[in-house]
């Protein structure tokens, strides 16, 4: 929603409006069960079917963005899904989407396919159509994290694809230029430190155990996690080895606890925590993922990470201004920020 048009082509929400929006809609997406009974229903629930119908979300999607479709979007983005029936990656962005039909999908058809959690709401089903050739091309979506649950790379892939097809918005870029990237990784946050699994009682567990265990779901979590780690640890070693460090940014709290973690516990008093933690996280010093320890540590001169986005900022205003100087190669190319690559 932060990239899609509004009136006069301003985006349809401001940053500033991202923290109401989630503790307004949070609650009504994932409606908590009250009473002794409640932990026996969501049970039940969960075994047979999705925790939730998905029902407020899917009105809220299309409401909110209505018929705007992927190359619609004020800025580049790229979505990371997943295809259940093909059984692979299916990767949106508004590149593929002003070359082929195909690909320019609904943004609310895709909003609700990436964020169709496995076991918490319903797959999504939906299908375009390329009125040239009169064919229809079908999804059938789950969650993007079930493929990229840090999709930095995936982000990374899509430049440099550009790069190769000699998008003049990336000249004089080479393919693996690496060090030309700026990379701003906003992690959504972990209980990592809390320590809440242990290889004694998981030796124990069986399929249910795995799936269900005290209120949380084992298999996904570590999948989850490992997935988004592993891009992380090879971002840092990429970017060290080509001395540009500096040139990424990993913003992750790794200390959540209880249900600070949760995917769905939207409760007035954990979304008002979870802003509380957001907030704190500004002021903590930028951090780096140890290579041996897995565990992030401070950078030491490197000031907070408040300090660092606000560098990031300034850096790409300035890569903005030169841009729109360059011409007439500019003016070949896409009208958007050719650097602000959305996740």
């Known amino acids: 929603m932060l990239t899609a048009p509004g009136e006069n082509d301003r985006p349809l929400y401001a940053a500033k409006d991202i923290k109401p929006f989630y503790l307004n809609n949070c609650p009504m997406i994932f409606k908590q069960n009250s009473g002794w009974l409640s932990g026996v229903v969501t049970l039940i629930k969960s075994i047979f079917g999705p925790k939730y119908d998905g029902k407020y979300l899917h009105e809220l999607a299309r409401k909110q963005l209505k018929d705007i479709r992927l190359k619609d979007t004020l800025t580049n983005i790229v979505i990371p899904t997943f295809d259940i029936k093909t059984l692979e990656p299916v990767i949106f962005s508004t590149y593929e989407a002003q070359k082929s039909p195909s690909w320019d999908a609904n943004l609310s058809d895709i909003c609700i396919g990436t964020s169709a959690a496995p076991t918490y709401l319903p797959a999504h089903y939906f299908k375009t159509e390329d009125t040239q050739k009169g064919t229809f091309k079908e999804y059938n979506l789950v969650d993007g994290g079930v493929a990229a649950n840090n999709p930095t790379l995936v982000a990374m892939s899509q430049v440099t694809k550009q790069i190769f097809d000699n998008n003049p918005d990336f000249f004089p870029i080479k393919p693996m230029d690496y060090g030309r990237f700026l990379v701003i990784s906003l992690g959504t946050g972990s209980a990592k430190n809390e320590e809440k699994y242990n290889s004694k009682d998981a030796a124990k567990w069986g399929i249910l155990d795995w799936l269900l265990h005290k209120s949380s779901t084992p298999l996904i979590e570590v999948f989850s996690q490992a997935s988004a780690d592993m891009v992380d640890l090879h971002n840092t070693v990429v970017f060290q080895a080509l001395h540009s460090q500096d040139s990424y940014l990993r913003i992750q709290e790794d200390r959540l606890n209880g249900t600070e973690s949760s995917v769905d516990v939207a409760t007035k008093e954990n979304l008002e925590r979870l802003v509380e933690i957001g907030e704190k996280l500004l002021k903590k010093p930028v951090s780096r ?43 070949k190319g896409s009208n958007k920020e050719p650097h602000a690559i959305k996740l």
């Open 289 to 331: 993922i140890n290579m041996v320890s897995g565990y992030t540590e401070p950078i030491s001169n490197a000031g907070t990470n408040e300090d660092a986005l606000k560098r990031f900022a300034k850096q790409l205003s300035g890569e903005r201004r030169l841009r729109e100087m360059r011409s007439p190669l500019t003016s």
